[in-house]
């Protein structure tokens, strides 16, 4: 008999950890989930929910599994909540965990961008939580990813949105670029990650195939749907994100985007071997829609 693999992962309710669950499940993938907050668990889950991922509820549950998928991160900090409390130090805390349970490997989302030169606040915390995974002794993969696209992720719905209000503003000229990844190929790669020697103790870009400007990529979005696109003054962009925390693009959102990151494609490729959507062909198919 085969044996099946036992794997946790961590924000389940998030973006891609809710694909993630699904597909593992579906490929006979042994879950155990934690959250903040309740989610419908799968058959093959064990579903914990612990606001701080409180070592006595956790340790034992998830002793002897064979991989950790560390999902948890935030994106936008403020007084309350801030990137070196969750990116980095929470990232310590599962690292402890997955020791003293006795993990032998996790898997890291960090992101596209990350390096010792950064000077984006976003960009240091991930880097320092890639040197903690990195300085743990565990078997470790980090993927970098882009823009991972789905129906469900939160640029998508923010664009349905804006096109139910006939507009779409975008920041300063679009012409800055983006290498948007298929949720449906993330996925794959991660289930590949598990087990395959090939993604132990490294880096890897998680990107798309296609590279193209945050501009064309609104309006292949949008085509067919009457919505004007609008370009707002970065300066004005900058200014919203700065002084209102509720505004459609946050400060390190704008940073990413300016930043035009381009990732290693072909180097993903060689390792997984998957034939991967073009977003483009997805966009214009109205996939996302
Ligand atoms: N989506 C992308 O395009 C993209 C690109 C680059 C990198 N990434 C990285 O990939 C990972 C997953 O991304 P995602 O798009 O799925 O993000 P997401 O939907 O925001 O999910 C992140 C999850 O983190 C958990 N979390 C957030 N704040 C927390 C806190 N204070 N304490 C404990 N848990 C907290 C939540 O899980 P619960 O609600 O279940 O508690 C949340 O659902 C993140 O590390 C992100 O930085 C994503």
Redesign the pocket.
């Known amino acids: 008999m085969v044996k099946r693999i036992k794997v946790v992962v961590?924000?389940?309710?998030?973006?891609?950890?809710?694909?993630l669950r699904k597909y593992l499940s579906k490929n006979n993938v042994d879950l155990i989930?934690?959250?903040?907050?309740d989610?419908k668990e799968y058959d093959n889950e064990l579903k914990i929910i612990s606001?701080?991922?409180d070592e006595k509820i956790i340790l034992n549950k998830i002793k002897n599994s064979d991989a950790l998928i560390?999902?948890?991160?935030?994106?936008k900090q403020s007084v309350n909540?801030d990137y070196e409390?969750?990116?980095v130090e929470?990232t310590k805390h599962i690292v402890n965990l997955a020791k003293k349970a006795k993990i032998k490997k996790i898997i890291?989302?960090?992101?596209?961008g990350v390096s010792s030169k950064t000077s984006v606040g976003?960009f240091i915390s991930?880097y320092k939580a890639e040197k903690i995974i990195m300085n743990s002794g565990l078997n470790y993969t980090i993927?970098?990813?882009?823009?991972?696209?789905g129906k469900d992720?939160?640029?998508t719905k923010f664009l349905k949105k804006q096109i139910k209000l006939k507009i779409i503003e975008i920041p300063g000229s679009g012409n800055y670029s983006i290498q948007?990844?298929s949720?449906n190929d993330v996925v794959k790669v991660f289930l590949q990650s598990l087990d395959q020697i090939k993604f132990k103790n490294k880096i890897i870009d998680?990107v798309g195939p296609d590279y193209l400007t945050f501009e064309q990529y609104v309006k292949l979005f949008s085509k067919d749907t009457k919505t004007k696109i609008k370009k707002i003054n970065l300066e004005n962009a900058y200014y919203d994100a700065i002084t209102n925390s509720k505004s459609n693009f946050g400060v390190d959102d704008l940073n990413i985007l300016i930043g035009d990151f381009k990732g290693n494609y072909n180097k993903l490729q060689k390792i997984t071997q998957i034939k991967f959507e073009s977003v483009i062909e997805l966009l214009k198919s109205g996939g996302l829609l």
């Open positions: 961590t924000g389940a309710n998030g973006f891609v950890a809710k694909n989930s934690i959250s903040r907050s989610f606001k701080n991922y560390h999902l948890v991160g935030l994106g909540i409390m969750i990116n929470f890291y989302n960090s992101g596209l976003y991930k993927f970098r990813p882009s823009y991972i696209v992720d939160l640029f948007p990844i949720i998680l």
